[in-house]
């Protein structure tokens, strides 16, 4: 009896679980990009909480975008937040390890175009903005991330 109630009280959390994928080496190089140095662009994003909120945000705004919403339907959104919040803290300089799989594996199926490339950027700025982040440090995320057009997007 205690143990069935137990089960009901720890259901909601597999809601929580991650889809499986198939396998991968995990290296900080898939992250696609190097850190930054120094604790400038950390402080800049408001350490890691500040770091989670902009991903949260993004994920959000991506989700709700009627330009790109649809390739977003039945993704593994869990896996994608934790993945994308790795990346960032990695890209960052706030020393966090990226699990994920590289940018050219995790894009290859989704049939990426430059519009949606630009559509994810503006939704990023918007999260940014949000988070009050300085447009200097704004900038040098951006720069980074911009090689990854040519990994991301297929036409
Ligand atoms: C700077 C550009 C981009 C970065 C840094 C980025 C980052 C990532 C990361 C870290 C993952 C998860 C990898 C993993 O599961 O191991 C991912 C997956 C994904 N990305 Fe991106 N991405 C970019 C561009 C885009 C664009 C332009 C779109 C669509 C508009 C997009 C849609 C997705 C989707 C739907 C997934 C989940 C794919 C799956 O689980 O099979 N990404 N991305």
């Given at each position: 009896?205690?143990s069935l109630f137990?089960?009901?009280?720890?259901?909601?959390?597999?809601?929580?679980?991650?889809?499986?994928?198939?396998?991968?080496?995990?290296?900080?190089?898939?992250?696609?990009?190097?850190?930054?140095?120094?604790?400038?662009?950390?402080?800049?994003?408001?350490?890691?909480?500040?770091?989670?909120?902009?991903?949260?945000?993004?994920?959000?705004?991506?989700?709700?975008?009627?330009?790109?919403?649809?390739?977003?339907?039945?993704?593994?959104?869990?896996?994608?937040?934790?993945?994308?919040?790795?990346?960032?803290?990695?890209?960052?300089?706030?020393?966090?390890?990226?699990t994920g799989r590289?940018?050219?594996?995790?894009?290859?199926?989704?049939?990426?175009?430059?519009?949606?490339?630009?559509?994810?950027?503006?939704?990023?700025?918007?999260?940014?903005?949000?988070?009050?982040?300085?447009?200097?440090?704004?900038?040098?995320?951006?720069?980074?991330?911009?090689?990854?057009?040519?990994?991301?997007?297929?036409?």
């Amino acid at each position: 009896m205690i143990s069935l109630f137990l089960a009901a009280l720890l259901a909601p959390q597999a809601t929580l679980q991650e889809d499986p994928v198939e396998p991968y080496v995990q290296r900080d190089a898939n992250a696609g990009a190097k850190p930054f140095a120094g604790h400038a662009m950390l402080d800049a994003f408001h350490g890691r909480a500040g770091i989670d909120r902009v991903v949260d945000d993004l994920v959000a705004r991506n989700v709700a975008d009627p330009r790109i919403s649809d390739i977003f339907k039945a993704q593994d959104l869990v896996r994608l937040r934790r993945t994308l919040k790795e990346q960032f803290c990695y890209i960052l300089g706030g020393g966090c390890a990226y699990t994920g799989r590289d940018m050219a594996s995790s894009h290859k199926d989704l049939g990426l175009q430059v519009a949606d490339f630009n559509a994810l950027v503006d939704n990023l700025q918007k999260a940014m903005n949000a988070e009050k982040v300085s447009y200097w440090a704004q900038n040098r995320l951006l720069a980074k991330l911009a090689p990854m057009k040519r990994t991301t997007v297929v036409r």
